[in-house]
């Protein structure tokens, strides 16, 4: 059995997308449509990365982090925002929230792996 990743964004598309590009690379695929539902689906089920979206609904990028890294279970689980914002600032405030790294979309499915496998090794 792979590594579990939980996928979390608000737009189906790109969840497919990564879903399909991780499934390719024999991933197990959890996936969630805002921060809120991930936190859901974390409670007990091991998930070994998150990749999430900065901008969503109900919970965002930011506040599934914090959540997660005030969850003991997951407090230490490697984080990737996936998101169209580039300004440093965002990039700051993910960093201090605890991500543990940062791609842009659009995104190549090489390049999400190649991250992928340099954080979870």
Known sequence: MGKCIMTVD?????????????????????????GSDALTK????PINMIITDLNMPNLDGIGLIRGVRGNASYKFIPIIMLTTESQDSKKQEGKSAGATGWIVKPFKP???LAVIKRVLG
């Open 42 to 45: 974390l409670s007990g089920k």
């Open 110 to 112: 090489e390049q999400l």
């Open 10 to 34: 608000d737009s189906a598309s790109v969840r497919q997308m990564v879903s399909f590009t991780l499934k390719g690379a024999g991933y197990e695929v959890v996936e969630a449509c805002d």
